[in-house]
């Protein structure tokens, strides 16, 4: 990837991060701390490697994005939105009543959005239930999955990865949002998952560990998982809940937050000058 | 275990989570062997409180329902009175196969609490939802399960479990509830419906947060429109207490049943049981929610929407009052 193509992606990271701090900050409370650090991801998904077609969202060559992570709906709804599944003003209806954005991603409301979550777990199941109908139907499209660390403390997502690699499903990639915290606190204190990176290789699976905030190496992570034949990937994107809005990351509890005017604000000026400096350099490649 | 006084003032300070957990720390200071477990829900739940005050005694579970509840029965065995804190939905559904095999056929002395139940979470979207949970509980046998109408009655529920050896299945709301009544002194009782307000053209038969509702309702009926509306705050679904619902057959012939609940095999389902066994013909109806999943919205318009707050059940009455029975059936013949 070269540098312009990259500063593309870190331009869409930055607006997706930018139109998920509005939605947020339009309800006043909200998913925001889980829906921050997958932002990078999506952006090199959507903005590069999924081949999709947002005017047709059923195209059946597809490829596919399930969000284990349900509650990580409003980062999914800027994305899908400004890849242009829907009008941008839809944003502001975000978890409304009568809204199709719902505080957790749900097929039956979105277009673009291919499975319904928010019970956390079934997103690991529905997914690989997807790629193996992909590779029986002889396509070449592929399935991306995210999971939480603290999600991964269901015992249905193991049982999944176990589905996964036992079929030698090498058409799915499996992102685990290595956020650090769930909803109780650190996931070490919660329930302490140990090494992740030793877990899923034992699983079966290709395994890397990269920075969830730089798209270059989300990309070549990617690349890589398209190269390994034979057997599932895991991709840990090693991510800081809440990433981009000081506020947000020195709140322990940061799960599900208030979004008062004042914070609001403050996190508004923080991304938007972050997309300022992204555009800058880009000018000037 | 008295001793425990929760009033209209306490409860208004307090959302009903927050009661349940106040309760079970008063309730633990006396116990010991009771213990609080959740799935990453302590927050949520209210029930964190607790851990503060018992640290050894807060198990944390992540999010790993199935696994919290095959230990609360192990953990039951070894003599310790588990009280379980999570989602409704994720206790009757995720959580079913260890709740139905591992708490209800081995009759082992679990408390589960449920929270965010019915459309109390309904922001959150249909995941979070729980409207089927009733009647998947009630059909446990060895389960007794609960759905009270305020804080108030979590209270008196919550101690009621602990005195009950043997599974039990409470089921609360998310944030504050509608306050129904002011002590905790009117005789609670398992398995013992209250009569909250007397009537001889109606009887509505309520539970959760339908139980203010159907009050509002009869309190307007009377009013406006001069129609005596029995209200029945059927707290236990689990035994039932068939008598007063035969009694309120026999009394007013017509009967309307309310919850924030599908109308299939919950208290509307129960009580349908009841009524078709007696025998006696009866203008009856159930409101809740009819054999559909919830739109998403604030709990207050889901009620709305469904027919369960006061104008729906006001309208419910009134068109129940117009449907025809058989007046002069010799009833005491059919039983
Ligand atoms: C089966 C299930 N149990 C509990 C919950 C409630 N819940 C929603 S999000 C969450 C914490 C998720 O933590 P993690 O997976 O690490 O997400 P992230 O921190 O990345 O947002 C919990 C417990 C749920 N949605 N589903």
Redesign the pocket.
Same mark, same amino acid.
């Given at each position: 990837m070269d540098r312009k193509r990259e500063l593309e992606l870190q331009e869409f990271a930055a607006t997706i991060r930018a139109e998920t701090v509005k939605e947020v900050a339009d309800l006043g409370f909200g998913?925001i #701390? #889980?829906?921050l650090?997958?932002v990078e991801a999506l952006a090199v998904l959507y903005g590069e490697v999924m081949k999709i077609d947002p005017k047709n969202p059923d195209w059946d060559e597809r490829d596919i994005m399930v969000m284990s992570? #349900?509650?990580?709906g409003p980062a999914v709804y800027a994305t899908l939105a400004l890849k242009g599944y829907f009008p941008m003003d839809w944003l502001k209806t975000l978890n409304k009543p009568g809204t199709n954005l719902p505080s957790?991603t749900d097929r039956l409301k979105t277009p673009g959005v291919d499975m319904t979550t928010?019970?956390?777990?079934?997103g690991s199941s529905t997914a690989t239930g997807m790629a193996l109908g992909r590779k029986l139907a002889g396509s070449d499209s592929r399935v991306f999955l995210f999971?939480?660390? #603290?999600?991964? @403390?269901?015992g249905q997502v193991w049982e999944a990865a176990m589905f996964c690699s036992h079929y030698k499903l090498d058409n799915i990639v499996w992102f685990v949002?290595y @956020?650090?915290?769930?909803?109780?606190g650190f996931?070490e204190d919660v329930m302490d998952m140990g090494d992740f990176q030793e877990k899923f290789e034992a699983f079966g699976f290709h395994t890397q560990t990269v920075d969830g905030t730089s798209v270059r190496e989300i990309y070549d992570a990617i690349e890589a998982a398209r190269q390994a034949k034979g057997k599932p990937s895991c991709i840990i994107l090693d991510?800081v809940?809440g990433e981009g809005v000081s506020d947000l990351i020195e709140i322990e509890l940061n799960?599900?937050v208030q979004f008062p005017e004042e914070m609001a604000n403050r996190a508004l000026e923080q991304v938007t000058a972050a997309l300022e400096r992204v555009r800058k350099e880009l000018a000037n490649v | 275990m008295a001793g425990l006084s929760y009033t209209s003032i306490n409860q208004t300070r307090m959302a009903t989570g927050e009661v349940y957990c106040q309760t079970l720390i008063e309730l633990a200071k006396e116990n010991p062997r009771i213990v609080a477990l959740t799935?990453?829900?302590g927050k $949520?739940s209210k029930i964190g409180e607790f851990m503060k005050q018992f640290p050894e005694r807060f198990y944390q579970f992540?999010?790993a329902?199935q696994n919290m509840m095959g230990a609360a029965a192990g953990m039951a065995k070894a003599g310790l009175i588990p009280f379980t804190s $999570? !989602?409704a939905? !994720?206790t009757a559904c995720?959580a079913l196969d260890q709740v139905h095999t591992d708490i209800c056929y081995q009759n082992v002395n679990v408390k589960m609490i449920a929270s965010h139940a019915g459309t109390s979470f309904g922001q959150?979207g249909t995941?979070?939802h729980s409207t089927e949970d009733i009647a998947i509980m009630r059909s446990l046998a060895n389960l007794t399960v609960i759905v009270p109408a305020d804080g108030i009655e979590t209270a008196n529920a919550v101690e009621a479990a602990v005195e009950h050896e043997g599974p039990v299945y409470i089921r609360i709301n998310r944030g504050y509830d509608q306050q129904v009544y002011e002590t905790m002194d009117y005789g609670y009782e398992i398995g013992r419906a209250v009569t909250l307000h007397e009537g001889s053209d109606v009887t509505i038969i309520a539970c959760g947060s339908a139980v203010f509702q159907a009050l509002q309702a009869a309190r307007e009926l009377d009013a406006v429109y001069q129609i005596k509306a029995r209200v029945l705050d059927m707290h236990t679904i689990k035994p039932l207490d068939k008598a007063a619902v035969l009694k309120a057959v026999k009394d007013t012939r017509r009967i309307i049943t309310a919850e924030d609940h599908t109308v299939i095999g919950g208290l509307g389902g129960a009580v349908a049981e009841v009524i078709a066994e007696s025998g006696m013909a009866t203008a009856f109806r159930r409101l809740g929610l009819q054999d559909k999943f919830s739109p998403i919205g604030l709990h207050e318009d889901l009620m709305a929407h469904h027919g369960i707050d006061t104008n729906g059940i006001v309208n419910s009455v009134r068109e129940l009052m117009q449907l025809d029975f058989e007046e002069d059936l010799d009833w005491e013949d059919e039983v």
């Open positions: 998913h #701390g #889980g829906s650090s997958v992570k #349900g509650h990580a957790h928010g019970s956390l777990g079934q999971i939480g660390d #603290g999600e991964s @403390n269901e949002d @956020n650090k915290k769930q909803l109780d996931v991510t809940k799960h599900h | 799935a990453d829900l $949520s992540g999010i329902e $999570s !989602f939905i !994720f995720r959150a995941t979070h």
